[in-house]
């Protein structure tokens, strides 16, 4: 081997200067494929616009109540495709294209869908020679013959159309020409079979089409070209949104000058932020949005797959399709092309028309997250690695001593016996059931993690089982694989297989994992997969899974078929009593209905912690709204400023996790100085005290598919200027938030929609923002600017405990914000926090409704019944109707009691002391002058 020794020193000159001026974490980009790298995107990207050789066979169309078919035809090729575009409930279309009679099966992904879509009835009202038109409820599709494009109306607005640049490409399948010059036994001259069958689609020009080489990495490609490719234009969208995940702004930015977004789950070692390279998750949908509606595009594809993007400013298209056809007004329009390497066109429209009616229809294809357990929304403390049971004893006593609630304590992989997962270190962990046991007693879970990746070891049984039983992931010539992760060698087991999965999943039975109780939940990380020496430091595409499927169509989803073992095992041990709680590294669509999500391996950089929430937003409008990043940043020391930030900043996320690297020094909320435990605690705090809100509004998360951290937009679709803001976010619509993202300021911009419409007031001081837009407000170490909505009522707990579990039957608080017409409302849900009973009904779910004079609690779901212990301590009204001097409440078991109405001239707030009522029963106030 040659010694490169000057790019050497160059290059550790580099580090050294880079790592002493910035202390920046750095990617190593080499490690990852750019565009120009990867075959397929070369070859997709390369495709010219307008030239596009695909037209509908005019004869072939037919139709039934709810799908229209029609063949497609590939001039250039001579490859005919079926194409089926069906009409779905709710506003959604989806467009099905594949080969006619391909050499072989071609992947179609499973499991992101969480039931059959329901269709709806779909009506021909016009065939014409070029084109036929359909409609299903108030929208409208048009199938274009030649060139063939796809138009969908709401109305009668164009919305979104498909292959309007004609950038649609789908290599069929082939079998590999063959040289005549290597080709000696002339037996196969003549024999179609032995030849490109349908040359005219260039595919077998590219060097990549049959072998692929990155690095030292040789991707042997038995079925060579298979990619797939398609264009979506939306006409009177301004911006894109979607395509998680990428460590970059929640509005996507032009690809133009840039490589396309990247999906492709990966281990990125130290990703950087602004950054379009693909991590550890990939939900292809993706939202286009203007003034006037919201459109998706939900892409059904799992294997790798790239996206350009040009939002509206950067589009200077030779007039677009509809500047075209509406005159000349220059109308905003964003276009998008994804790209996949494998597997077919399926891909869902989702016409809104409004931003939550988007998201909605996205998580009835794909499910929504079912109602968590009330303590994983409480403080989460992790970090590679609580050593050992006496230091897990400690952490959980010091949050006692310095009176932090916290609900959970974390293991990362130093928990086990050599990276053996479901075998604990005996020497560092000689009892855990005690551990969990004196954690429980204190009302706290343990989370412990476990990776997919199986150590090759002959004394372990789960590798010998595996082995013995053909589990895991396989070479084409039918070797296990073995890759390089934790334990050393290892190998992979293969999620697709059901008796893998059913195998798997009975390993978390209590009575198999030892040590654990129904009190300790699972962290699953690694499920890219991670392979430290594989490609791109994941799995060779060329491996085989279940089915004979190549690892090429099923990568992106390989973490979720993994989750959702997880997810069923911890139902099955727990009796089906208990709501599971699973985190996950990697995602797909659909890895909601398993998993919690958090941002991986940050860093302790400011830039990280503002990056948290655009990332968080972004997968939170795919359907992932429990989502958090680690606090702190999981490489490199925070110092007390950044932590600090940092924790105020997550206690209003969905997820709410401390973690670090084992290399770092310990960050618990005490080990800086006084004033830094305080201001730490009373971020934890508030956030215990929102827990009552956050609880209801993942219910109706559950229900409706609403996000619960929501971009401003989301609410505010008309109102320009929210749509590039991404470092404040709406927790429901009643809470603002707009956390402090640099060092050492004292003040920073709020921008505080609703146009005046809608007022806030500061949640700490109950004082009214009356300017619009964009405010400079001020702040100390101790605060961020959080706020809630005029018209809102919120509830809350105010006796804040060691954690969640010994809140249950806490009273509550209800913060009721008075708009310009006196009125207010709100919801609130209750249940037992942690069953499944909810389900069968046992719980309240109240309408808190304030009209100017008199608070009610009304029942939402009648037939629901809970009884909880939970009473009504205290309402405040901000803004309060003039001159109130007592109050009356009336409910069916106080009969009418009177109240004390003491109001505050400081901060214009009416309190209603001890109203005492039980929240599970229907009451009302009355204010009286
Ligand atoms: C309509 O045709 C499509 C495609 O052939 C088929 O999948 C679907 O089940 C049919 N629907 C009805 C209602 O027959
Ligand atoms: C459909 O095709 C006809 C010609 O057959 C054309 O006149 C008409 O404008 C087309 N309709 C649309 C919506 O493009
Ligand atoms: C559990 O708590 C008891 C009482 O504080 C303590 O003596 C014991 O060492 C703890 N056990 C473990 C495994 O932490």
């Excluded at 049959?210 to 911006?239: C, L, R």
């Excluded at 209800?814 to 926090?833: H, M, N, P, Q, R």
């Amino acid at each position: 081997m040659t010694c490169h020794c000057i790019s050497f020193y160059t290059t550790i000159l580099g580090v050294l200067l880079l790592s002493l001026l910035y202390f920046a974490v750095a990617v190593d980009r080499t490690n990852f494929k750019t565009c120009d790298q990867s075959s397929f995107c070369r070859r997709c990207r390369k495709v010219k616009p307008n030239e596009t050789p695909y037209e509908v066979v005019s004869s072939t169309v037919i139709q039934n109540d709810s799908t229209l078919q029609a063949e497609l035809f590939n001039k250039d090729t001579g490859v005919s495709y079926l194409l089926q575009l069906t009409s779905l409930k709710d506003n959604i279309f989806r467009l099905h294209i594949n080969e006619k009679s391909p050499l072989h099966k071609r992947y179609e992904v499973e499991n992101a869908l969480q039931d059959h879509p329901r269709q709806a009835e779909l009506k021909i009202v016009e065939s014409l020679s070029n084109n036929v038109t359909v409609t299903s409820g108030p929208n409208k599709a048009v199938l274009h013959f030649s060139p063939f494009r796809v138009d969908l109306y709401s109305g009668d607005q164009l919305v979104v159309s498909a292959n309007a640049r004609g950038l649609m490409r789908f290599e069929h399948l082939r079998t590999k020409a063959v040289k005549q010059s290597e080709d000696n036994t002339d037996n196969n001259a003549g024999n179609p079979e032995e030849t490109a069958q349908y040359p005219g689609d260039g595919a077998e020009d590219d060097p990549g089409a049959w072998e692929e080489n990155f690095k030292s990495h040789q991707d042997s490609k038995p079925y060579g070209p298979e990619a797939v490719a398609m264009d979506f234009s939306f006409p009177g969208a301004e911006h894109a949104y979607g395509i998680p995940q990428h460590a970059d702004s929640l509005a996507l930015r032009s690809t133009k000058t840039t490589d396309p977004y990247r999906l492709y789950n990966l281990d990125v070692f130290e990703y950087e932020t602004n950054e379009k390279m693909a991590l550890y998750g990939s939900i292809p949908v993706l939202y286009a949005h203007g003034k006037e509606r919201t459109t998706g595009v939900f892409w059904h594809n799992a294997a790798e797959t790239w996206v350009d993007i040009l939002p509206s400013a950067d589009n200077n298209m030779v007039d677009s399709i509809v500047n075209f056809m509406s005159g000349n007004v220059k109308k905003p329009q964003v276009e998008s092309h994804f790209m996949s390497e494998s597997g077919i066109i399926d891909v869902f429209f989702l016409l809104g028309p409004k931003p939550l009616d988007a998201f909605r229809q996205y998580t009835l294809l794909t499910g929504t997250a079912p109602l968590p357990q009330m303590f994983t929304l409480g403080y989460h403390q992790s970090r590679w690695n609580y050593n050992d049971q006496e230091d897990v004893a400690q952490i959980a006593e010091k949050f006692d001593f310095y009176d932090i609630p916290m609900d959970v304590i974390w293991l990362d992989i130093e928990w086990t016996d050599s990276k053996k997962y479901f075998i604990w270190d005996a020497r560092k962990f000689s009892n855990p059931l005690e551990m969990v046991q004196n954690l429980t007693t204190k009302g706290r879970k343990l989370v412990v993690i476990i990776d997919p990746h199986i150590k090759r070891d002959n004394t372990y049984y789960i590798h010998n089982e595996a082995t013995a039983n053909n589990y895991y992931v396989k070479h084409t010539d039918g070797k296990d694989y073995e890759g390089w992760c934790w334990p050393g060698a290892s190998s992979y087991l293969d999620f697709f297989d059901p008796k893998v999965r059913e195998y798997f999943g009975g390993q978390y039975a209590l009575d198999k994992f030892q040590g654990t109780t129904n009190d300790v939940y699972i962290w699953n990380d690694m499920n890219e997969p991670s392979v430290f020496n594989g490609p791109e430091i994941t799995m060779p595409k060329d491996l085989i899974h279940y089915g004979g499927w190549e690892h090429r169509d099923v990568h992106n989803l390989n973490g979720m078929m993994y989750t959702q073992v997880t997810y069923d095992a911890l139902y099955k041990r727990s009796g089906g009593t208990l709501r599971p709680f699973v985190l996950t590294r990697a995602h797909f669509a659909g890895s909601q209905r398993s998993a919690t999500v958090w941002t991986g391996d940050n860093a302790a950089e400011w830039e990280h912690l503002r990056i948290s929430y655009p990332m968080c937003l972004s997968v939170g409008i795919a359907g992932m709204s429990f989502c958090g990043a680690d606090v702190g940043g999981f490489f490199k020391n925070p110092d007390s400023e950044l932590l600090i930030r940092w924790n105020q900043a997550a206690a209003w996320l969905a997820f709410f996790r401390q973690h670090s690297h084992i290399d770092t020094k310990r960050r618990e909320p005490w080990t800086f100085n006084d004033e830094t435990t305080q201001i730490i605690r009373d971020a934890i705090r508030i956030r215990y005290s929102y827990l009552p809100y956050w609880y209801t509004l993942f219910r109706e998360h559950e229900i409706s598919g609403y996000p619960v951290m929501r971009p401003l937009w989301a609410h505010y679709p008309g109102e320009t200027a929210t749509f590039a803001i991404d470092d404040h976010l709406l927790v429901g619509d009643a809470i603002l938030v707009r956390p402090v993202f640099e060092p050492s300021v004292t003040e920073v911009s709020v921008y505080f929609p609703g146009e005046g419409k809608d007022t806030w007031y500061d949640v700490d001081t109950m004082q009214e923002n009356k300017t619009p837009g964009a405010t400079r407000i001020p702040v100390t170490l101790h605060k961020i600017p959080v706020y809630q909505k005029s018209g809102t009522i919120v509830p809350r707990k105010m006796r804040i405990r060691r954690s969640t579990v010994p809140m249950k039957n806490d009273p509550y608080t209800l913060v009721v914000i008075a708009d310009a017409e006196g009125k207010a409302t709100g919801k609130l849900y209750i249940d037992d926090e942690s069953s499944f009973e909810y389900r069968h009904g046992k719980y309240v779910y109240l309408r808190l409704n304030f009209d100017g004079k008199m608070l009610s609690s009304r029942y939402i779901d009648n037939q629901a019944n809970f009884e909880t212990a939970s009473w009504l301590e205290r309402v405040d009204i901000a803004n309060p109707p003039k001159g109130v001097k007592s109050a009356k409440l009336t409910s069916q078991s106080l009969g009418t009691v009177n109240l004390e109405a003491k109001y505050n001239t400081n901060n214009n707030v009416l309190t209603l002391r001890k109203p005492g009522v039980n929240m599970g029963e229907e009451w009302f106030i009355e204010l009286i002058n």
